[in-house]
């Protein structure tokens, strides 16, 4: 049987170099991350060379800096069950499910948002979300649009556009929400005609997935997918 102390120093040896692949993925210098998590570019470049063990405190603020979960940077030992056991967790009222687990591009969640109405915060950041409402309606603002999308509709946006999404204060809803990098968009297929496209590359696109009797989709708003 392999030695646990062994097992959790081969796993703390990989940290450093997954920190710096992702960055390098992400494309953000030393210097952008020092900035936004408050370690010195010393400590980063030490960090993922290896010449310096990750501390506890150092390895959440690298994980709220590039939102994903504290395992994902880990990686703690195989257990040898095959099973994700998905943990939950509560963010701004919400409770948040992560369905991806290796640091990648792109990340995939689900959220359930309660059906108490609150006041949209907009907030900016880097990247690109796509967001899939899985039951109930959602209300989604995006700079200056404010639309409601039901159960079973599509939409993506640049996440350096101020935005929000919560409930309509009527029901709660379920999402299924994938983010990504600048530059990294959902690729969907769309029918749309000259009359639907209104707007720019930055524009929000909602997209009605077939219902019932429905053989195509259709383009709710703005912005064909590529």
């Given amino acids: 049987m392999d030695d646990p102390t062994a097992a959790i120093g081969r796993a703390l040896d ?61 990686r703690a030992p195989e257990t040898g069950d095959p099973r994700i056991r998905l943990t939950p967790r509560r963010v701004n009222g919400r409770v948040v499910v992560p369905l991806t687990r290796q640091p990648a591009s792109q990340h995939a969640w689900k959220i359930l948002v309660p059906r108490k109405a609150a006041e949209p915060v907009l907030t900016t950041h880097e990247g690109y979300e796509w967001l899939y409402v899985l039951t109930g309606r959602l209300r989604l603002v995006v700079g200056d649009r404010d639309i409601v999308l039901d159960a079973g509709e599509v939409a993506e946006f640049d996440t350096r556009t101020p935005h929000w999404f919560g409930s309509t204060g009527q029901e709660g809803a379920e999402v299924l929400s994938l983010f990504g990098p600048q530059g990294e968009r959902a690729h969907t297929r769309t029918d749309l005609t000259p009359d639907d496209a209104v707007g720019g590359e930055d524009a929000t696109t909602v997209i009605d997935t077939p219902g019932p009797g429905s053989d195509t989709m259709s383009a709710g708003t703005v912005g064909a997918t590529p």
Wanted: hydrophobic fraction near 40%; avoid cysteine; glycine fraction near 10%.
């Fill in 14 to 74: 990989q940290v450093g170099p997954r920190l710096g692949a992702l960055r390098r993925r992400r494309g953000i210098t030393l210097a952008a991350l020092a900035g936004t998590t408050g370690i010195s570019k010393s400590t980063l470049s030490r960090l993922e060379t290896g010449s310096r063990k990750p501390s506890l405190e150092l390895l959440l603020l690298l994980a709220h800096a590039y939102r994903v979960p504290l395992d994902e940077l880990v």
